[in-house]
């Protein structure tokens, strides 16, 4: 099975706007002609009008960091799904280990992002990954699974064309240390595993799967090679484009 690898830039609470449409403007110059990979950036809510903008005629794809379940109302501060789509965005981050960790996001919460997402057209990439204690405890597999068990509750295998997985080790994000290649395709094999139980194994074989947690242009082709790792989810390198395009050369097919 053949899967076309994907690279995100979560670009987090970084940017200007005009620094942000700078940085769009750099990824689609440098990335315009890629056909073998696609490429998604996550800017900041309040510049996805101007990134939009900046990408038009590209083929780099626009996502958001986050959204909120419910379809409007009463809900200061969240964004909802057709807000997303109203600005040009067709991807959506859902579960990113900060939002999990930092602003204390349950399983629960997770799942009725996906669902919402997903029901409203929008493709989402949701990030599942275990702490630095969970692994030390041996419990890393059994903390993926958990998360995409809940995560992706009620979703059918028809909808699973519309979200890519990205594993996620929290003791990498932003910390500059890096699963080891080996280490990421064991984890990379045994979600897909999961995938094929919670759905079947033709679902499991077309769902992508990103490694994300400090991918830097050293490190991106070693991990790109693995089988089960289908492109990555870049947050720190994502801000030099770069450093981001080298990311998106290396998940190209050589
Ligand atoms: C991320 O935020 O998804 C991420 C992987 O960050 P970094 O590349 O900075 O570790």
């Known amino acids: 099975m053949q899967r076309i690898p994907i690279v995100g830039g979560n670009w987090k609470m970084n940017t200007t706007r005009a620094t942000a449409a700078a940085l769009a403007r750099a990824v689609a110059a440098a990335n315009g002609t890629q056909d073998a990979v696609q490429v998604a950036v996550f800017p900041p809510f309040p510049y996805l009008i101007e990134v939009a903008s900046a990408l038009r005629g590209s083929p780099i794809m626009l996502g958001a960091q986050d959204v909120y379940f419910e379809p409007d109302g009463a809900f200061t501060g969240e964004i909802s799904t057709s807000m997303l789509r109203d600005c040009g965005c067709n991807w959506v981050l859902v579960g990113h280990s900060e939002r999990r960790h930092v602003i204390g996001e349950c399983d629960d919460l997770v799942n009725r992002k996906v669902l919402a997402a997903v029901g409203a057209g929008l493709n989402v990439i949701l990030c ?104 990555g989810l870049i947050g720190g390198a994502s801000l030099n484009a770069a450093d981001f395009s080298a990311i998106v050369q290396a998940a190209a097919p050589h």
């Open 128 to 231: 599942i990954g275990e702490t630095k204690g969970q692994r030390e405890a041996g419990e890393a597999d059994a903390v993926n699974e958990r998360q995409l068990r809940a995560g992706l509750r009620g979703v059918s295998a028809a909808q699973m064309k519309s979200i890519v997985i990205a594993y996620e080790p929290v003791w990498a994000i932003g910390t500059g240390l890096t699963a080891t290649p080996e280490d990421a395709q064991a984890a990379h094999k045994a979600a897909r595993a999961v995938l094929a139980g919670l759905f079947d194994p033709s679902t499991a074989q077309a769902t992508r799967i990103q490694y994300g947690g400090s991918m830097k242009p050293g490190n991106a082709a070693n991990l790109m090679t693995m089988p089960d790792i289908d492109g």
